[in-house]
């Protein structure tokens, strides 16, 4: 199995990096998807305009953090924007830690980063994207769980994207929930396992998630389960399941 120009699929976090760039406003054209989810993404802010950016249940916060996600979902038409690698500042991305890599390195990976977006859609690691909250598995009136809502325009523009290309799955449950499965035939599941030999999740496994993305595009192997399985960790092993 050939780990050559093979594409991951990365999950987003819930906290995002303040401001951007003012000269590089986000629209719903916006990115590498944008042609095709332009649509979509304009229906969401419309809905989410109406529910003045979303309450407590929806946004799954309260306090200021709860204000300030109110204020960037109210403004994102136009909002400055930053590349998803940067706007993303959840463990894994901190782990991924493209920041650290070449330019050239960067932006070769960068391309190579695929990313399920309650807000977006889909977004390319390189892609622009504005300051929001919102889960991908929020319930958000009258379209229902945006999961579900997104699926098949996401799937779509997965598979138009890949060519063909393997594609390396190492989404949560609530990410993999947006994507059609069966229309993806080039994809497989990484997994992170402990040394008890159980499936993990939390935190620490974030952290080693991203560490697992970055040995991955980094690696010059050119088998994936070799390359997959050459992963080292202290509490780790990674491995193909599916």
């Known amino acids: 199995m050939s780990a050559q120009q093979f594409v991951i699929l990365l999950p987003p976090t819930e906290g995002k990096a303040v401001g951007g760039q003012k000269e590089k406003p986000w629209k719903p054209d916006s990115g590498s998807f944008g042609?095709?989810?332009?649509?979509?993404?304009?229906?969401?802010?419309?809905?989410?305009?109406?529910?003045?950016?979303?309450?407590?249940?929806?946004?799954?916060?309260?306090?200021?953090?709860?204000?300030?996600?109110?204020?960037?979902?109210?403004?994102?038409m136009n909002a400055p924007s930053l590349p998803a690698w940067q706007r993303?500042?959840?463990?894994?991305?901190?782990?991924?830690?493209?920041?650290?890599?070449?330019?050239?390195?960067?932006?070769?990976?960068?391309?190579?980063?695929?990313?399920?977006?309650?807000?977006?859609?889909?977004?390319?690691?390189?892609?622009?994207l504005p300051d929001y909250r919102l889960k991908m598995g929020a319930r958000l009136a009258p379209i229902g769980t945006l999961s579900k809502w997104w699926r098949d325009d996401i799937t779509d523009a997965l598979v138009k994207a890949l060519k063909g290309r393997m594609l390396i799955d190492l989404l949560p449950n609530e990410h993999r929930a947006a994507?059609?499965?069966?229309?993806?035939?080039?994809?497989?599941?990484?997994?992170?396992?402990?040394?008890?030999?159980?499936?993990?999740?939390?935190?620490?496994?974030?952290?080693?998630?991203?560490?697992?993305?970055?040995?991955?595009?980094?690696?010059?192997g050119t088998d994936i389960r070799r390359t997959v399985a050459s992963f080292k960790h202290p509490e780790y092993s990674a491995k193909v399941t599916s």
């Open 35 to 76: 042609s095709s989810l332009e649509a979509h993404r304009s229906e969401l802010l419309a809905h989410l305009k109406k529910v003045k950016g979303g309450d407590q249940k929806l946004l799954g916060v309260s306090g200021a953090h709860l204000t300030r996600a109110q204020d960037a979902n109210t403004h994102i």
């Open 179 to 220: 994507i059609n499965w069966d229309l993806v035939p080039t994809a497989i599941r990484v997994d992170l396992v402990a040394h008890s030999g159980g499936i993990v999740g939390g935190h620490n496994a974030k952290a080693a998630k991203g560490l697992l993305a970055r040995h991955l595009f980094l690696s010059t």
């Open 88 to 128: 993303y500042t959840g463990v894994v991305w901190d782990h991924l830690d493209l920041s650290s890599l070449t330019a050239a390195q960067r932006n070769s990976i960068a391309k190579r980063i695929y990313v399920p977006s309650g807000l977006a859609g889909l977004v390319r690691a390189d892609d622009p």
